[in-house]
């Protein structure tokens, strides 16, 4: 089994800034893609970024220029840089990843961490 724990959300003020977190652990084969998603309350979850084994980088147009997706492949960790925070980007941020074991590509999702906007 794989296990994503989230971290790093919380409040802050708009044009404030916020370092998210997704660390892997278990089972993990070979991660793949991954990425982070949100979902604002009484939306549908959405993309923000993702980022290959390899490192290719893709933003949703709400995040380019604001936040930069990057990860630790020694660490089995991927890290969401988030800058010039907006009350729009309110959201629960829900990292992904990709997992490749056993011939078997398998997505696994973290629980959540809340990221709150607003003065």
């Known amino acids: 089994q794989v296990q994503l724990v989230e971290s790093g959300g919380g409040l802050v003020q708009p044009g404030g800034s916020l370092r998210l977190s997704c660390a892997l652990s278990g089972r993990i084969g070979s991660i793949t893609a991954m990425g982070w998603y949100r979902q604002a309350l009484g939306l549908e979850r959405e993309l923000v970024a993702t980022?290959?084994?390899?490192?290719?980088?893709n933003y949703a147009d709400s995040a380019k220029g604001r936040f930069t997706i990057s990860r630790d492949n020694a660490k089995n960790t991927m890290y969401l840089q988030m800058n010039s925070l907006k009350p729009d980007d309110t959201a629960v941020y829900y990292c992904?990843?990709?997992?490749?074991?056993?011939?078997?590509?398998?997505?696994?999702w973290g629980q959540g961490t809340q990221v709150t906007v607003s003065s």
């Open positions: 992904k990843a990709t997992i490749y074991y056993n011939t078997v590509y398998t997505p696994y």
């Open positions: 980022i290959t084994s390899g490192g290719r980088t």
